[in-house]
């Protein structure tokens, strides 16, 4: 992989001027610009998904009306084969509003994800909702009788991410980071420190606890230190 050159893909629902503003910061001697949003073809509806509940390869082929759902890894695969042949080796940065989800045999379902890492790494901003975890509270209520979303989202309101929040661009960054570092660490991304950048939230209050407070762990930290120089080495 050509770290030098870092391509990040706009959809509508976050500031990829920021997010490149943010990977600068922590890789300097990487070129880093942004893009038009992905252009792909009708061939990525061969990632769909009608079936929540079988594997990709067990999916039914026909449509039962729910909201398009694609697997993460074989989108993944296929925009692969979009990218310019130059540039394949190039890092590539997907934020989009396409819905990802990955299968899990832990209980035999597709869940969705916030973020693919890879090439392309994708970013979706359905995961970043709809991934990671609301309060509690929030599920209490809704087995307690409180069916009514929208109130319930007024209840909860600070306490996640939802469409359309003003906090979706930190968070989007924050999972860029990961899918940067998906590279530098060998295919490990994510940390075990909750206070960590690279911290893999499985809730929402997670999630807003790093934008708000979060910071690199001392072994990334050394971990971005130490490419930065290899890089610097080089030039």
Known sequence: MDFRFIH????????????????????????????????????????????????????????????????????????????????????????????????????????????????????????????PAKPREFYLAQLGGMTDVGSLKKRFAGRFIDYGDDRMTAVATLYALQALFFFVADGEPFCDDKACRLYNAHWQEELIDLIENGSFCAHHERMANKFNNNRSAKH
């Not at 061939?43 to 990709?56: C, G």
């Not at 509003?97 to 209980?107: A, G, H, R």
């Open 8 to 131: 990040v893909y706009a959809d509508v629902f976050a500031d990829a001027k920021i997010v490149a503003s943010e990977i600068t910061k922590i890789f300097p001697d990487c070129i880093t610009d942004v893009r038009r949003p992905f252009k792909h073809d009708d061939r990525i509806e061969l990632a769909k998904i009608t079936d929540v509940k079988q594997p990709f390869e067990r999916q039914p082929k026909q449509t039962n009306g729910m909201v398009a759902l694609y697997d993460g890894f074989v989108l993944q695969r296929i925009l692969a084969e979009v990218l310019p042949a130059a540039e394949r080796d190039h890092v590539q940065i997907l934020l989009t509003s396409l819905s990802i989800c990955t299968f899990s045999e832990d209980d035999w379902r597709y869940h969705a994800r916030a973020v693919v890492c890879g090439t392309p790494s994708i970013i979706s901003v359905t995961g970043i909702v709809e991934g």
